[in-house]
């Protein structure tokens, strides 16, 4: 299996060189999975996600909109949007910042930078939420994060407080990750 080969790193004094290189190499072993498992493991994550969802009560949703390999939750929002859940998506904003804003419809969006997806309207969502979907790159077994380098979940999940989830496939979870001081644990990892 391949979380085996993410082990390589474990040992590591981390640089940021080293916090590079692994980046890459989970976004390289993220890229090579399979269709068929990708979009198997995919479902059964909208699943559990919809789950955790009912079982907190939540009523306001933040997830992000799928990129590249990432986990395509696309048909859990869809869901959610049916079922009267208010879903708020990311904006990134310059100087590590995001808005966000209110999702209406998976038919309604634009590209924004770094690849992502947002809503094409600007109507920002300022009250509580109650779930956090967050991707990563990796999590370790403390449920810290490694992301993509911007830092923009990290400031985002300070300045709130509701239950973070945080997801990956099963290759992407190991055993320790560096930790700086502005980093936010999840309050679970679910891979």
Not at 87 to 101: E, Y
Not at 111 to 130: L, Q, S, V
């Amino acid at each position: 299996m391949l979380y085996g080969q993410s082990c390589y790193f474990l040992d590591l004094q981390y640089t940021m060189q080293e916090k590079a290189a692994l980046r890459r190499y989970m976004l390289e072993e993220r890229d090579k999975l399979n269709a068929s498992v990708k979009e198997g493991f995919d479902r059964i994550m909208c699943e559990r996600l919809e789950r955790l969802i009912k079982e907190k009560q939540a009523r306001v949703v933040h997830a992000y909109l799928s990129m590249g390999s990432e986990i395509n939750i696309l048909p859990l929002l869809d869901r959610l949007l049916l079922e009267g859940i208010t879903v708020v998506t990311p904006k990134a904003m310059k100087g590590r910042k995001i808005k966000n804003l209110a999702l209406h419809s998976l038919e309604d969006l634009e590209e924004g930078i770094f690849g992502t997806k947002h809503p094409a309207h600007d109507e920002e969502f300022t009250g509580e939420i109650d779930v956090f979907i967050i991707p990563g790159l990796a999590f370790d077994r403390q449920n810290y994060r490694l992301g993509y380098g911007a830092g923009y979940y990290d400031h985002l999940l300070s300045e709130h407080k509701g239950y973070k989830a945080g997801i990956c496939y099963p290759f992407q979870l190991t055993d320790k990750l560096p930790v700086e001081a502005h980093d936010v644990a999840m309050d679970e990892v679910l891979f």
